[in-house]
């Protein structure tokens, strides 16, 4: 009887229960590929939002009428199993994370990946769950606050959207650099907010962050919840408004602002930098996590076979941090 390995199929795009528990057969690493017993998977926003298929543009890379990949689930850790023969970077035992990228995949029991690919050796004082949510909100935010905004000690930064995995990370990286921390969240997340360094915390739901008579360096808008054009009052003469969900109306604004004016609207796809950039990137995440002034936050734990559940509570907005299967 083969082996066979546990994952989660997407044939159409859709809500939490288009997600079907599948079993495979069992991947075998290629000559530079590893193969990865996954300890602990992410569940995102972002891994909801290519589920469902949207922006609906975004299906040119995901697969026009279903998924093209076929699995759910981007990011990841856990320890190698089994290594090609040419592979030179790992060996069997070691404890690592990565990313999938399109190859998708993660939310499962096993995974292969390429040697040179968005893959890390994992720390041991960082547990498998956290490392698991390292490359979507926290490589996501260190990016664009550090080569999108170029954050500057003393600059004042806006985090809008501030309990959620990109949010919270966003907090934490934006007070290393620095920055002045002002974030925005339901009344329920402000002493969560404070503890991760904001320096100041807005409930939305009593007063617009943007409204209040402050201008901003930078504003991050980390959920999609604004738009350059309701920011711009709230920025500086050279302020940057930036946000990592790309909708028609800022990919507009980009370009306009990229030929006009001083204040700038930015869009990055941080997930699609090539492997030796995330590497580079998560290398300075976890300097900082060595230094204390980095904790993912974790919310909630569900067991793999709990993933329609997980991707549920995902969609509710009332996240806190980072959610995980295992």
Request: hydrophobic fraction near 45%; aromatic fraction near 8%.
């Given at each position: 009887?083969?082996?066979?390995?546990?994952?989660?199929?997407?044939?159409?795009?859709?809500?939490?229960?288009?997600?079907?528990?599948?079993?495979?057969?069992?991947?075998?690493?290629?000559?530079?590929?590893?193969?990865?017993?996954?300890?602990?998977?992410?569940?995102?926003?972002?891994?909801?939002?290519?589920?469902?298929?949207?922006?609906?543009?975004?299906?040119?890379?995901?697969?026009?009428?279903?998924?093209?990949?076929?699995?759910?689930?981007?990011?990841?850790?856990?320890?190698?199993?089994?290594?090609?023969?040419?592979?030179?970077?790992?060996?069997?035992?070691?404890?690592?994370?990565?990313?999938?990228?399109?190859?998708?995949?993660?939310?499962?029991?096993?995974?292969?990946?390429?040697?040179?690919?968005?893959?890390?050796?994992?720390?041991?004082?960082?547990?498998?769950?956290?490392?698991?949510?390292?490359?979507?909100?926290?490589?996501?935010?260190?990016?664009?606050?550090?080569?999108?905004?170029?954050?500057?000690?003393?600059?004042?930064?806006?985090?809008?959207?501030?309990?959620?995995?990109?949010?919270?990370?966003?907090?934490?990286?934006?007070?290393?650099?620095?920055?002045?921390?002002?974030?925005?969240?339901?009344?329920?997340?402000?002493?969560?907010?404070?503890?991760?360094?904001?320096?100041?915390?807005?409930?939305y739901k009593a007063q617009d962050p943007l409204t209040?008579?402050?201008?901003?360096?930078?504003?991050?808008?980390?959920?999609?919840?604004?738009?350059?054009?309701?920011?711009?009052?709230?920025?500086?003469?050279?302020?940057?408004?930036?946000?990592?969900?790309?909708?028609?109306?800022?990919?507009?604004?980009?370009?306009?602002?990229?030929?006009?004016?001083?204040?700038?609207?930015?869009?990055?796809?941080?997930?699609?930098?090539?492997?030796?950039?995330?590497?580079a990137e998560l290398a300075e995440i976890l300097a900082?996590?060595?230094k204390n002034a980095f904790a993912p936050v974790m919310?909630?734990?569900?067991?793999?076979?709990?993933?329609?559940?997980?991707?549920?509570?995902?969609?509710?907005?009332?996240?806190?941090?980072?959610?995980?299967?295992?």
């Amino acid at each position: 009887m083969k082996a066979t390995f546990d994952a989660w199929d997407v044939t159409r795009y859709g809500g939490p229960d288009v997600l079907k528990p599948v079993s495979r057969p069992a991947p075998q690493p290629t000559a530079g590929q590893v193969l990865i017993r996954i300890r602990a998977s992410a569940v995102s926003r972002a891994d909801g939002l290519m589920r469902a298929g949207q922006p609906k543009f975004a299906r040119l890379f995901l697969g026009l009428k279903r998924p093209r990949a076929g699995l759910s689930g981007t990011c990841f850790s856990g320890e190698i199993i089994a290594v090609g023969d040419e592979v030179t970077k790992y060996r069997v035992g070691d404890a690592v994370f990565g990313e999938a990228g399109l190859q998708f995949g993660a939310n499962a029991t096993h995974i292969c990946l390429d040697q040179n690919g968005s893959l890390l050796k994992k720390p041991d004082t960082v547990s498998h769950e956290e490392a698991a949510t390292l490359f979507d909100g926290a490589m996501t935010s260190w990016h664009f606050l550090t080569r999108i905004a170029g954050v500057q000690p003393g600059q004042k930064v806006l985090i809008l959207g501030g309990s959620g995995s990109l949010g919270t990370a966003a907090v934490q990286f934006a007070k290393a650099l620095g920055a002045q921390v002002t974030a925005s969240a339901s009344g329920r997340n402000a002493d969560l907010l404070r503890s991760l360094g904001a320096d100041h915390v807005v409930d939305y739901k009593a007063q617009d962050p943007l409204t209040r008579g402050t201008t901003y360096d930078v504003i991050f808008d980390t959920l999609g919840v604004a738009s350059f054009g309701a920011a711009k009052a709230a920025l500086t003469k050279d302020g940057t408004y930036m946000c990592p969900v790309l909708g028609l109306a800022l990919l507009r604004d980009m370009i306009l602002t990229g030929l006009f004016g001083h204040k700038k609207a930015r869009f990055a796809a941080a997930g699609m930098s090539k492997p030796a950039v995330h590497r580079a990137e998560l290398a300075e995440i976890l300097a900082l996590m060595a230094k204390n002034a980095f904790a993912p936050v974790m919310d909630r734990t569900y067991p793999l076979a709990d993933l329609v559940e997980a991707h549920r509570y995902v969609e509710t907005g009332r996240k806190r941090g980072n959610v995980v299967v295992v």
